[in-house]
């Protein structure tokens, strides 16, 4: 009776070991680099501002069809579209970005606005070098 409890032991033992996964993969931290400039979109230097140094880091949604007003950035800033779809426009300069397209705005890029043209709200990533008190944009 102990040789069949003992055979039925191993059995389940055996069979257990079946269902554990080992990793033999070592696993690493991978970085992506998206982007690096030292212009933005509008092709023109940015340069960084006298003051208290700030970084922001801001999450715009923009529901669809809309678009924001005409404005300019006094920092230059980082932005990762992460959900939808943005046509930008300076002037007769019109981009369009996708999720997962990245760019730059130059604080001596010009006025411009952005519009969602996709089928769902656009989620961007918004990177901001900054200094204390100075607004992220400045409408026109």
């Known amino acids: ?6 055979i039925a032991f191993i059995y389940l033992f055996i069979g257990t070991l079946g269902l554990i996964q080992i990793s033999f993969a070592e696993e690493k931290i991978e970085v992506i680099p998206l982007i690096q400039s030292s212009r933005g979109l509008s092709g023109k230097n940015f340069n960084y501002l006298e003051g208290k140094p700030e970084l922001r880091l801001l999450k ?8 924001t007003p005409i404005h300019t950035h006094p920092s ?4 990762h579209v992460t959900r939808g ?3 930008h426009v300076r ?9 997962g397209d990245a760019f730059i705005e130059s ?3 010009g006025a411009h606005y952005v519009k969602n043209v996709g089928k769902k ?11 204390v008190g100075m607004p992220t944009a400045i409408n026109k």
């Open 107 to 109: 604080n001596n890029g």
């Open 85 to 87: 779809r943005l046509k």
């Open 76 to 79: 230059p800033m980082l932005i």
């Open 60 to 67: 715009v949604m923009i529901p669809v069809g809309l678009k």
């Open 1 to 6: 009776m102990k040789l069949k409890k003992i």
């Open 121 to 131: 709200p656009a989620l961007l990533h918004v990177g901001v070098i900054s200094v």
């Open 91 to 99: 002037g007769e300069e019109i981009n369009f970005f996708k999720a």
